[in-house]
């Protein structure tokens, strides 16, 4: 609009925008014919710009799925020569056919729920004193500083845990040194190692929505609330912990599906007696042999439930914001 | 497997053995001048990188290294590439030949080019498993085996003689080891063939074996440390003191003693298998020739075959190799006679067989 204005009011900057590379490409006859043509239409507008998005969520996103999918449908991947590949059930029936399996399964959606709840427990406290206390100017500093460990890949921060955690790592030097233990405590490779390390690997998927979620928040409410006489408890459960749902909703789900997917880390930071389902499902693509569709076939089991409880996860949590709102 | 230190010893000693091969016998002149490129899928420290990069330079063919560090993985990545794989030289062990020969994933090996496979030890080349259906299938370059690894500060050699050790009240929680190749020693611990060739035509009593190694194993879960699956792994924990003792590749451990690490191994009196690694031509390769030119190259001398061993711990299966190690890496790389009677080494005629009862085993293992 003030471009427009500005050209109007000035032939000079007229000429001049004809000079640059913008202004010859929209002076230029082929380019204003397409862009007619292009924006000819709202519908026309919206498919054109509709179209990378979609190719971008079929072939990136969903196509992987939807391969995976295939896969566990079938009896043979990869398909050896001379064997002929056809669909089946099998795959998913081995799940609910063998309980071994499902010690494993269910002690991933037990570890990624714990595992959430106490990340969440441990960072709404860092995200409200980051929304509530911290200066607008330092609250991006500290942002930033929050950031830092996630510059790195997820292996190089597992094995810092490691280096924590170790028989020979700091936490147990640091025990020594006050003279508190005589032998290195056994952190590592066990359900704390292995719980300390994804929530280090997941807490800022959690503070963020929450950071965001209580930035929103208007002092006032909470200021109204003390002057009506509510003390600091009543104020956080009656006015700041309803009104950050939404981000407590959202952190909660990123860092249970990321919790339930987690490889890597449960293999270097856990023990025996910490098996989860990725590192099952890992063992069929390893394996030599026809296992892969088997591994799809979990794979997707997986995928559904973890799907499954997020949306119960959702639908409670909008019950809630909506009990609360009445 | 990755290294864990690097010390001044391991520098110069790498040092020395670079100077060595650049200062070898031209052997790559022999080589035809080629150019284009060549693929491998191989382990850590498989390719000396001293000879990596004299034969670039003096053929003109580049080497393209991926590293693997599973045989499964690796066969999943040739089968998912089949008929048209990107690689050419793949890195097989002997008793998974094989698996891969089935699946036509290897071509024969036509040991008439290559000039150099005379300087193989006959003892590796000729075996029995070396041949299959009238084929040479690989190169074999190094040979390892599963020992008993311990750190001397806190095991005895006495305690080292004997498998029980190992699930011994007394290093509870001080023991690692991998599922899958510990199921084949528990078998041989309770007197049967590991291999399970024994019972090719029996297959119940295999099954019945399989189920007492894995309940033998579930019962002893409480008592280990780790189950691992990598060199670096069993090595970063034997470092960090996380272990005292535990199952693993002569490599990995001869790796750490070579560093200076108080560790030690021994073949247990129970009995322990060995495996050879080896170089193999991927059928339908792309740079078949390339491949030819690099394994000739790579056979030539037994310098490379002993900085092979120097890098990776294994045991270099190429004639004479071990004059070119020093006394501390020789002690690291061979064991006493009465041990050595003790092993014998992994087979694949049972595989199938084998494989069909053992993995679901190791899962179940997992999940108690």
Redesign the interface.
């Known amino acids: 609009m003030s471009l427009k204005a500005g050209a109007a009011n000035s032939p000079g900057t007229h000429e001049a925008s004809r000079r640059t590379f913008w202004g010859r490409l929209i002076n230029w006859t082929p380019y204003r014919l397409l862009m007619g043509i292009v924006t000819a239409s709202p519908r026309r507008q919206f498919l054109i710009l509709a179209a990378f998005p979609v190719l971008w969520l079929l072939t990136q996103h969903l196509g992987p799925m939807l391969q995976m999918l295939r896969v566990s449908l079938t009896d043979a991947y ?1 398909v ?2 001379g064997v002929e590949q056809h669909f089946t059930f099998d795959n998913y029936a081995r799940f609910f056919g063998d309980r ?2 499902w ?2 399964f269910f002690r991933t959606l037990i570890f990624a729920s714990v595992l959430t709840f106490c990340t969440l427990i441990l960072t709404y406290p860092v995200a409200y004193f980051l929304a509530c206390h911290v200066s607008r100017k330092n609250q991006m500093l500290m942002l930033l500083l929050l950031l830092i460990p996630f510059w790195v890949g997820e292996i190089v921060r597992t094995y810092a845990i ?1 280096i924590l955690l ?4 700091a936490v147990n030097l640091v025990l020594k040194w006050f003279g508190l233990i005589d032998r ?1 405590i ?1 952190f ?2 066990t359900s704390f190692s292995m719980g300390i390390g994804i929530v280090y690997l997941t807490a800022l998927y959690m503070l963020l929505p929450l950071y965001s979620a209580l930035e929103k928040l208007p002092k006032s409410y909470n200021e109204a609330a003390a002057d009506l006489g509510a003390g600091a408890w009543t104020r956080f459960r009656r006015v700041t912990m309803p009104l950050t749902l939404e981000g407590v909703s959202s952190g909660c789900i990123l860092v249970f599906l990321i919790s339930t997917g987690f490889y890597a880390t449960p ?2 930071l856990g ?3 910490t ?1 989860v389902f990725a ?2 499902i890992a ?1 069929f ?5 026809d ?2 569709p088997t591994g799809a076939a979990f794979a997707t089991i997986m995928f559904v439930t973890a799907m499954l409880l997020t949306g119960i996860f959702q639908r409670l949590m909008y019950a809630m914001r909506k009990g609360d709102t009445k | 497997m990755s290294r864990s230190t690097f010390n001044r010893r391991r520098f110069l000693g790498t040092a020395a053995m670079s100077s060595a091969v650049l200062a070898s016998p031209a052997y790559l002149r022999r080589a035809h001048a080629a150019g284009g490129e060549v693929n491998i899928w191989t382990y850590n420290d498989f390719v000396p990188k001293a000879f990596k990069e004299q034969f670039e330079s003096e053929t003109g063919i580049k080497v393209n290294v991926r590293l693997v560090d599973d045989q499964g993985k690796q066969f999943n990545l040739l089968a998912a590439e089949a008929p048209n794989p990107t690689v050419d030289i793949m890195t097989v062990a002997g008793h998974r030949f094989l698996q891969f020969i089935d699946s036509e994933l290897l071509a024969p090996l036509d040991t008439s080019r290559l000039s150099n496979w005379g300087n193989i030890n006959p003892t590796f080349s000729e075996s029995d498993w070396a041949t299959i259906n009238g084929n040479k299938w690989g190169a074999p370059i190094l040979s390892g085996m599963e020992v008993l690894s311990y750190n001397t500060e806190l095991v005895s050699a006495e305690e080292a003689q004997t498998w029980d050790t190992l699930f011994s009240e007394k290093y509870s929680g001080q023991t690692a080891y991998i599922i899958q190749d510990m199921m084949s020693i528990v078998m041989l611990m309770k007197g049967y063939d590991g291999n399970m060739v024994a019972y090719m035509d029996d297959p119940d009593k295999a099954a019945a074996i399989v189920e007492e190694a894995k309940q033998f194993l579930i019962e002893k879960k409480p008592m280990v440390r780790k189950y691992y699956d990598s060199g670096a792994e069993v090595q970063q924990m034997f470092v960090n003191q996380d272990i005292a003792l535990g199952h693993s590749w002569n490599g990995p451990a001869a790796a750490l003693i070579n560093d200076g690490f108080p560790l030690a191994m021994s073949i247990p009196q129970e009995g322990s298998y060995g495996f050879v690694y080896t170089y193999n031509i991927a059928n339908n390769a792309p740079n078949v020739d390339n491949a030819y030119t690099f394994l000739n190259a790579i056979l030539a001398s037994p310098e490379i075959g002993a900085s092979m061993t120097k890098a990776s711990g294994f045991i270099s299966t190429y004639k004479d190799a071990s004059n070119y190690l020093t006394d501390l890496e020789k002690a690291s790389t061979s064991f006493p006679e009465e041990q050595l009677a003790n092993l014998q080494f992994f087979r694949a005629e049972a595989n199938e067989m084998k494989y069909g009862l053992v993995d679901p085993a190791v899962e179940a293992i997992k999940a108690a």
């Open positions: 990869p050896a020569p071994i399996f010690q494993p490691m170790g028989n020979t790592g290195p056994p590592m490779y293999v270097l023990g025996p007696s098996t590192e099952t063992g693509f390893h394996v030599a042999g296992e892969w």
